[in-house]
């Protein structure tokens, strides 16, 4: 019995062993090939293809996402609310990537499901992606460049120009998808259970840089509000009628760098802002990460659509 009782102990110690190395492998930022998932839920937009694509769409993970890139169709994804908790507001969600490769796992279903349990209707933006290269080994040297050109110096210069944004991108696909699944929401909002005057934008990184770029461009799309996470921080021309915005980002993050241009705009400007600067978080940090005080955003959105009345039906509709 004792002997038995060993070896099952010794199994589980090495299963124990094996799983705390899978899982360290999975989350230590290396690049590893997957196999392209379903989307059985996912809804074609139907806005074309990426001029000059030269390769077809591939999955990979890193630091434990499911990853997309090389996206030249876009879909949009449901993710709704139980029957009898859903309130009708809606949101679209953007996930973010530098444009050229999608985290739909951190900052798009796992989001959208959160979403969905709060009783809000969640639609992940799968939009289309400048080209990278076919290999794999191809991919991870650009990544690396981007990076590297997003990166402050060492030096700590503060007077470091701040890397490209949306506003330098020819970001025209990107918003013919943001208006597509736009208008497949307003135009299925009953079947789906959506309220069109709460129907919001949130977005992560480059999918920030998506729903503001869609906020001050779109001449079809009226957000009712919108949740830039960790974006670009530069100042903006604000329009007469621009949403309330609730902002985030960490002053750990490589994208701030002290700057607070877009708040400044929008409050200059007349027009409800929230924004949170939290200690720490990095970058892509989604729902968030352990020990960090940008934690807790999720939580503070929730209690701000709740304060500013779109968690409740309104009279007036669009």
């Known amino acids: 019995m004792l002997k038995s009782?060993?070896?099952?102990?010794?199994?589980?110690?090495?299963?124990?062993l094996l799983f705390n190395v899978t899982l360290a492998i999975a989350q230590d930022g290396t690049i590893?090939?997957?196999?392209?998932?379903?989307?059985?839920?996912?809804?074609?937009?139907?806005?074309?293809?990426?001029?000059?694509?030269?390769?077809?769409?591939?999955w990979f993970r890193q630091w434990g996402d499911p990853m997309a890139r090389n996206i030249s169709k876009a879909t949009l994804t449901p993710f709704l609310p139980k029957p009898g908790k859903a309130n009708g507001?809606?949101?679209?969600?953007?996930?973010?990537?530098?444009?050229?490769?999608?985290?739909?796992?951190?900052?798009?279903?796992e989001v959208a499901q959160a979403l969905a349990d709060q009783?809000?209707?969640?639609?992940?933006?799968?939009?289309?992606?400048?080209?990278?290269?076919?290999?794999?080994?191809?991919?991870?040297?650009?990544?690396?460049?981007?990076?590297?050109?997003?990166?402050?110096?060492?030096?700590?210069?503060?007077?470091?120009?701040?890397?490209?944004?949306?506003?330098?991108?020819?970001?025209?696909?990107?918003?013919?998808?943001?208006?597509?699944a736009y208008a497949m929401i307003v135009t299925r909002a009953k079947e789906w259970g959506v309220d069109t005057s709460r129907l919001g934008m949130i977005g992560f990184s480059a999918g920030a840089g998506l729903t503001m770029h869609t906020t001050l461009n779109s001449k079809v799309v009226e957000l009712d509000f919108i949740g830039p996470i960790y974006g670009g921080m530069g100042p903006v021309e604000v329009p007469k009628n621009a949403p309330p915005m609730f902002n985030v980002i960490a002053s750990d993050d490589f994208l701030f760098r002290g700057q607070f241009g877009v708040i400044e705009s929008w409050f200059k400007a007349g027009r409800p802002v929230e924004f949170h600067l939290y200690q720490n978080g990095g970058h892509g940090f989604g729902l968030g990460n352990p020990n960090r005080t940008s934690n807790k955003w999720f939580d503070a959105f929730m209690h701000w659509l709740d304060v500013n009345g779109f968690l409740v039906a309104k009279t007036a509709k669009k």
Not at 5 to 16: N, P, R, S, V, Y
Not at 89 to 109: C, D, H, K, Q, T
Request: aromatic share 8%; charged share 20%; glycine share 10%.
């Open 5 to 16: 009782l060993t070896k099952l102990t010794k199994i589980f110690m090495l299963a124990t």
């Open 32 to 58: 590893y090939p997957l196999a392209t998932p379903a989307e059985p839920n996912a809804i074609p937009l139907g806005t074309g293809g990426v001029e000059a694509q030269p390769a077809p769409e591939t």
């Open 89 to 109: 507001a809606a949101v679209i969600v953007a996930p973010g990537g530098g444009f050229r490769w999608l985290s739909m796992g951190n900052e798009g279903w």
């Open 119 to 180: 009783g809000i209707a969640a639609f992940v933006l799968k939009y289309r992606l400048f080209p990278t290269p076919e290999s794999l080994d191809g991919f991870k040297e650009s990544m690396n460049r981007t990076f590297a050109a997003a990166t402050p110096p060492a030096d700590g210069k503060k007077d470091t120009p701040p890397p490209p944004g949306p506003p330098r991108m020819d970001l025209s696909n990107q918003l013919a998808d943001a208006e597509a």
